[in-house]
C-alpha cells in the first residue's frame, strides 16, 4: 500500500539518528536510551543537546597560557575527576567584605557542575576525559551560599548593562560586568566562552563591585 508505520520514524529504535552539535559539527546518536560513539568537546565551542544520552568516550581539553591568572572556571557535561589541577566549590560569601570562600573538591564532579578552579603550574593545559559517560543536556544550577551561587554554561555567554548581580573571574577576582561595561570605556563586550561558570548573587539590591577570593 506504500503506507509507512508511524512508530518507524523515531531515532531511538535504529531506523533513524538525532543529534547534539558541538559548534557547527553534528555528532551523531540513537537507540534507547541514546547513545553517541565519540563525543569532543572543543574549548569555546557551544555544546547543545536536547536531551540526556551516553558516551562511549567524551574528552573535552583546554590550553592554559603560562601567565594565566591562577583562577578560572569550568563547567562539563560529564562526571570526571580533576587530574593535575585542583577544582573548588564555593562555601560561603560575606557581602560586608566582598570576600567569597571556596574549598577544594575530593573526589569526582557531578556531571554539569559548576566550579572554579587552580590553574596547574606545571602543565600548559586542561585535558579530561572519561569513558562510558552519561551527558546531561544543561548544566547544574549551584546551592546559593549566603548571597550567591555558581552558574555554569555549556554555550558563550554575552553580559549587558542589566547583569548588575553577575560576577565573572577577571584578574583572580570576581567582577561585575556591568561596572566593567559602564566604568572602563575600552570595554564594549563582556563575555564568557563555552564551559564556563560565573556567579550570581540573589539579593534584589545592587550587588558589590567585585569579590576577592579568601
Known amino acids: 500500500s506504500g503506507h509507512i508505520d508511524k ?32 563525543l569532543t568537546l572543543t574549548d569555546g565551542q557551544d555544546f547543545v543537546a536536547h536531551s540526556p544520552f551516553t558516551a562511549t568516550h567524551v574528552s573535552y581539553a583546554r590550553t592554559i597560557n603560562t601567565n594565566a591568572p591562577k583562577w578560572g572556571s569550568l563547567c562539563l557535561p560529564f562526571k570526571y575527576t580533576p587530574s593535575g589541577f585542583e577544582a573548588y566549590q564555593l562555601t560561603s560569601s560575606d557581602d560586608a567584605n566582598n570576600t567569597i570562600t571556596l574549598e ?28 562510558d559517560a552519561n551527558i546531561v543536556a544543561l548544566p547544574v544550577e549551584g546551592t546559593a551560599k549566603d548571597n550567591l551561587k555558581l552558574v555554569g554554561t555549556y554555550q558563550a555567554k554575552t553580559f549587558t548593562k542589566d547583569d548588575i548581580n553577575c560576577f565573572i573571574l577577571k584578574d583572580d577576582k570576581l567582577m561585575n560586568p556591568a561596572k566593567l561595561l559602564l566604568t572602563n570605556t575600552n570595554v564594549t563586550k563582556v563575555g564568557l566562552n563555552a564551559y564556563r561558570a560565573y556567579m550570581v548573587n540573589e539579593t534584589p539590591s545592587p550587588a558589590p563591585q567585585t569579590y576577592s577570593i579568601d
Open 7 to 38: 512508530t518507524y520514524a523515531k531515532y531511538n529504535d535504529g531506523y533513524f539518528k538525532t543529534y547534539c552539535k558541538v559548534g557547527n559539527t553534528k555528532v551523531e546518536m540513537w537507540g534507547n536510551p541514546l547513545k553517541c560513539e565519540n
Open 104 to 131: 577544594k573538591i575530593e573526589g569526582s564532579i557531578a556531571a554539569g557542575t559548576p566550579v572554579l578552579f587552580k590553574n596547574p603550574t606545571e602543565r600548559t593545559s586542561l585535558d579530561i576525559s572519561a569513558t
